[in-house]
């Protein structure tokens, strides 16, 4: 699932012009990152013209943080290149100003985007990023109220109890203008949401259900996660 998902994500960087990808954190996408990394440094993949920007961040948290996003963009994938970006840019999650912070990524997105690529994980709530349950599919970066599904896996993440209430994240009007969108999933306990998403109603209710209408997305999830899609069709 890393490899094919790494892969894919290489393919949608073109090699003719300067490019835009953002990739996820958390547990399930590290493969991923360090398959595209090892791609990277072996000169399959060449990113020098090629911009990073994060997905998400936890709204009290930066890169200095253990658990945080932008942690693991961090030491996951820009410290571990051999080459680096053409650029990078980072979400803050204790900027003074985060209505100002939500500025600052749209600029950098129309700047320089859209996305070439978007790689995605899937919330057990369905959300993308920190597009959680209800939200406006017209929204570009926004802060959110993190949902009480979000917030119980928190445990997995920080080795400490944070109360932590909001996230800031990409839009799904951003996502969705991507060039390419890669979704990946893995794991018995994300087969639920990943059949709601591809084989129910288009929905707010399960923001991922949005990317049915996406014209070139991908999902890329093993077997455990995939398990009711094979069943509902066959792919």
């Known amino acids: ?51 990073y920007v994060s997905l998400d961040e936890w709204v009290g948290l930066t890169e200095k943080d253990a ?22 840019h980072i979400i803050n999650g204790k900027a003074p100003d985060m209505n100002e912070e939500c500025r600052r990524l749209d600029g950098y997105i129309v700047k320089y985007g859209p996305l070439d690529v978007s790689v995605l994980g899937i919330g057990m709530n369905g959300h993308l990023g920190f597009n959680e349950e209800g939200v406006d599919f017209s929204l570009n970066a926004h802060v959110t109220p993190l949902s009480a599904t979000t ?33 990946i999933a893995n794991g018995s306990h994300k087969a639920d949401i990943l059949y709601k998403a591809f084989r129910g109603p288009v929905t707010n209710a399960v923001p991922a259900s949005i990317l049915q209408e996406h014209p070139n997305c991908y999902v890329v999830a093993d077997e455990k996660a995939a398990a009711k899609l094979r069943i509902s069709k066959n792919v």
């Not at 953002?22 to 090629?50: H, K, W, Y």
């Not at 658990?67 to 990078?88: A, Q, T």
């Not at 209430?165 to 951003?174: D, F, L, P, R």
């Open 1 to 51: 699932m890393s490899l094919a998902a790494a892969r894919l994500a290489a393919e949608g960087i073109p090699g003719d012009r300067e490019s835009l990808i953002s990739f996820p954190g958390g547990d399930t996408p590290l493969g991923m990152v360090e398959a595209f990394t090892a791609m990277v440094n072996d000169g399959t993949v060449d990113i020098t013209r090629t911009r």
């Open 67 to 88: 658990g945080s996003c932008g942690r693991f963009n961090f030491d996951n994938l820009i410290n571990k290149m051999k080459v680096p970006f053409l650029e990078y």
């Open 151 to 183: 917030k119980s896996v928190m445990g997995k993440y920080f080795s400490e109890s944070l109360d932590l209430e909001y996230g800031i994240t990409q839009g799904i009007a951003q996502i969705m203008a991507a060039r390419k969108a890669v979704l």
